[in-house]
C-alpha cells in the first residue's frame, strides 16, 4: 500500500528516494504508518482543475511500511517526509526571529527592556528555527518581536 501526493515545486529539491515518512489516515488521526519515499517524478504534472496553472508541483510516491486493515484504496491522508534530523541543537519558535535591515534578529529580555540581537539560523520548519549563533540556552527571549516605529 502506498500514498501519492503533490510536492509543490519550492519543496521538490529537498525531497529524495528513501527518506523516512510518517503517514496519518484521515480517518484514524491517530494512527502514524511509517514509510518511505519510493519515488519523486522528474517533471511536473500538467496543470489542470482548480490548481493555478503557474504552480508546479510533482506528483511523489511513498510507500507504507507492513500491511494495515484499516487502509483502503482513495483515503486521505497527511504525509510528513523526514527532511533532516537535527540533534542537540538550540531550537526557537519561528516568530522569535525577525528580519531587519536585511539582517535576521531576535529580542532579549533585560532589566531596562528588550535589546535587539543578531542572530544566525540553520534549518527550519513550519514551527521552529535551528538557531547557530546568537542565543544562549536559558536566554529569556521575546515570542514576538516589537514593531517597529518611524523614527526606527
Known amino acids: 500500500m502506498g500514498v501519492e501526493l503533490r510536492v509543490h515545486e519550492s519543496s521538490v529539491n529537498m525531497v529524495k528516494p528513501g527518506q523516512k515518512a510518517t503517514i496519518t489516515v484521515e480517518a484514524y488521526p491517530d494512527i502514524a504508518l511509517e514509510g518511505k519515499v519510493l519515488k519523486v517524478a522528474p517533471l511536473p504534472d500538467p496543470p489542470h482543475g482548480r490548481f493555478d496553472p503557474s504552480v508546479k508541483v510533482y506528483t511523489t510516491q511513498i510507500t507504507i511500511d507492513g500491511a494495515h486493515d ?19 541543537v538550540l531550537i526557537v519558535p519561528i516568530q522569535v526571529v525577525a528580519n531587519r535591515e536585511g539582517k535576521k534578529v531576535r529580542y532579549v529580555a533585560t532589566p531596562e527592556g528588550p535589546k535587539q540581537r543578531d542572530v544566525q539560523t540553520g534549518s527550519f520548519n513550519d ?3 535551528h538557531i547557530i549563533s ?5 536566554e529569556q527571549v521575546l515570542l514576538i518581536p516589537p514593531k517597529l516605529t518611524e523614527s526606527e
Open 70 to 88: 484499516i487502509l483502503k484504496p482513495g483515503m486521505s491522508a497527511k504525509v510528513e517526509v523526514l527532511i533532516e534530523q537535527l540533534k542537540n
Open 127 to 129: 514551527t521552529y528555527v
Open 134 to 138: 546568537g542565543l544562549e540556552v536559558g
